[in-house]
């Protein structure tokens, strides 16, 4: 298996999203930074050159080889925002049935802007994920 491209950089969260120059998506962007470290209470890193994340786990694949991951973070990309939750859809099932107009990736939940989406029920995954992955 090849080397993981995306790792925790030591770049500013803050100048990468006051970079954003969509209004909304700014917006949005420094909005999240807000409800993922209220609800985490880590701070921000920039894994890679786009991706937030809060916190860190050693993450174990099947063959046994481990590599360290973010549980929790997004990213405010052009198309939409990209939220990382490292929990199955199956898991958060009731949460997500209750979330508001998303679409769901294999890694990730598709939402194009917070006013979109239930802020209580992202607040209770960001909580959960992190609460299972890090305790």
Known sequence: MSELKTKATNASV???LNAIE???RKADGLKLLEIFKEETGMDAVLWGPS???FGSYDYKYPNGKTMTWFPVGYSPRKASISLYLMRSHEEMKDELDNFGKHKRGKGC???NKLVD???SVLRKMIRETYQKLVG
């Open 14 to 16: 803050e100048d990468f």
């Open 22 to 24: 969509h209004p909304t």
């Open 51 to 53: 991706i937030i994340g």
């Open 109 to 111: 939940i598709y939402v």
């Open 117 to 119: 989406i239930d802020e």
